[in-house]
């Protein structure tokens, strides 16, 4: 296949799956929650009582156990001190106390978000229409020098007909002789789209990862899935997996799993360390806690990576990794 028409069919694959419908978040990424308009006031009682409600539901299903006494000490300190004095509404109540517990227990997941009553209470995140929701959140699908295929996408998306795009994607990518997959603006999402995409790369019903909750029991194993449209990944096939501080959650565990199992290289930076599965809380019927209930444990190295990141394989800044993983291929 010439250079030319494989930038027709990589065109033609981006502009086919452009869709710019608004898009949700089901495990996680950086963003701050979208916060519906509530300028109700609350009185210094109502303030106290809510703050009371938000620790108990902390206490009772937060996964760092030996956090919660630290984060709720500091919380209790920080508004007998009159830090929170200036915290007037509920929006406020949920900036500043929830960007509070996120800073305490040093957890990116942790926020509280405030919803209409007749809402459903949900972890996921809306997203404003750009780059986390054009396209799925795949930007780029296109080939290199050396026939080196390249892949940029900002989430895993949770929509079922992320998958489609994703298996385009593959299709299109089947025929290079190795792939670099650019993470370094990839800021979480979907954990079952991450297992759908590494299952092109990693045999069927291979162990990825299993979930296990604060009692340390396992809720979940996940495995390899036999869905991949074709197998050219999943042998002697080099794969470069681009990292930055940015790339967090559900984007970590898909290089943790890919960089355990021997199927890719790191080359970047340290990732956030965002390694917590998370679900969501009602607090009183308008306040949410968007809060941390259980963790992935990698399958081969039996790890997590929160508060640590992913180290890569090959440090560099992320403003070089690109072009770093073009001269490993190169070479390869």
């Given at each position: 296949?010439?250079?030319?028409?494989?930038?027709?069919?990589?065109?033609?694959?981006l502009?086919?799956?452009n869709?710019?419908?608004?898009?949700?978040?089901?495990?996680?990424?950086?963003?701050?929650?979208?916060?519906?308009?509530?300028?109700?006031?609350?009185?210094?009682?109502?303030?106290?009582t809510?703050?009371?409600?938000?620790?108990?539901?902390?206490e009772?299903?937060?996964?760092?156990?030996?956090?919660?006494?630290?984060?709720?000490?500091?919380?209790?300190?920080?508004?007998?001190?009159g830090r929170?004095?200036?915290?007037?509404?509920?929006?406020?109540?949920?900036?500043?106390i929830?960007n509070?517990f996120?800073?305490?227990a040093?957890?990116?997941?942790?926020?509280l978000?405030v919803k209409?009553?007749?809402?459903?209470?949900?972890?996921?995140?809306?997203e404003?229409?750009?780059?986390?929701?054009?396209?799925?959140?795949?930007?780029t699908?296109?080939?290199?020098?050396?026939n080196?295929g390249?892949?940029?996408?900002?989430?895993f998306?949770?929509a079922?007909?992320a998958?489609?795009?994703?298996?385009?994607?593959?299709t299109?990518?089947q025929?290079?002789?190795?792939?670099?997959?650019?993470m370094?603006?990839?800021?979480?999402?979907s954990?079952?789209?991450?297992?759908l995409?590494l299952?092109?790369?990693i045999?069927?019903?291979?162990?990825?990862?299993?979930?296990?909750?604060r009692?340390?029991?396992?809720?979940?194993?996940?495995?390899?899935?036999?869905?991949?449209?074709?197998?050219?990944?999943?042998?002697d096939y080099?794969?470069?997996?681009?990292t930055?501080?940015?790339t967090?959650?559900a984007?970590?565990?898909f290089?943790?799993?890919?960089?355990?199992?021997?199927?890719?290289?790191?080359?970047?930076?340290?990732?956030?360390g965002?390694?917590?599965?998370?679900?969501?809380r009602?607090?009183t019927?308008?306040?949410?806690?968007?809060?941390?209930?259980?963790?992935p444990?990698?399958?081969?190295?039996?790890?997590?990576?929160?508060?640590?990141?992913?180290?890569p394989d090959?440090?560099?800044?992320?403003?070089?990794a690109l072009?770093?993983?073009?001269?490993l291929?190169?070479?390869?």
């Amino acid at each position: 296949m010439n250079s030319y028409l494989k930038c027709a069919l990589s065109a033609l694959l981006l502009v086919l799956s452009n869709n710019s419908m608004s898009s949700v978040t089901e495990y996680t990424d950086n963003a701050q929650p979208v916060i519906n308009e509530s300028s109700e006031p609350l009185s210094r009682s109502e303030k106290s009582t809510l703050i009371d409600k938000t620790l108990t539901v902390f206490e009772e299903n937060y996964i760092d156990t030996g956090a919660i006494d630290r984060v709720t000490t500091l919380i209790r300190q920080q508004h007998e001190r009159g830090r929170y004095r200036s915290v007037s509404t509920l929006n406020d109540f949920a900036e500043v106390i929830g960007n509070d517990f996120k800073l305490f227990a040093d957890d990116l997941h942790l926020s509280l978000s405030v919803k209409r009553a007749d809402e459903p209470v949900t972890h996921i995140l809306s997203e404003q229409q750009g780059k986390l929701t054009y396209n799925r959140a795949f930007e780029t699908v296109s080939y290199l020098h050396g026939n080196t295929g390249y892949l940029k996408f900002n989430k895993f998306y949770s929509a079922d007909d992320a998958w489609d795009v994703a298996d385009a994607a593959f299709t299109f990518l089947q025929n290079s002789d190795g792939l670099i997959i650019d993470m370094r603006d990839t800021v979480g999402g979907s954990p079952y789209l991450a297992q759908l995409m590494l299952s092109y790369f990693i045999a069927p019903d291979t162990p990825l990862w299993s979930v296990v909750g604060r009692d340390q029991s396992v809720s979940q194993r996940s495995v390899a899935l036999t869905s991949s449209d074709h197998t050219r990944f999943q042998s002697d096939y080099p794969v470069w997996i681009l990292t930055s501080q940015q790339t967090a959650s559900a984007s970590e565990l898909f290089a943790g799993v890919m960089q355990a199992q021997g199927k890719a290289v790191l080359v970047g930076e340290q990732t956030a360390g965002a390694g917590f599965y998370v679900g969501a809380r009602k607090i009183t019927e308008k306040l949410i806690f968007r809060i941390s209930l259980s963790k992935p444990i990698l399958a081969v190295t039996n790890t997590n990576w929160e508060k640590s990141g992913l180290t890569p394989d090959v440090a560099t800044e992320r403003v070089d990794a690109l072009d770093v993983a073009i001269a490993l291929s190169l070479n390869q």
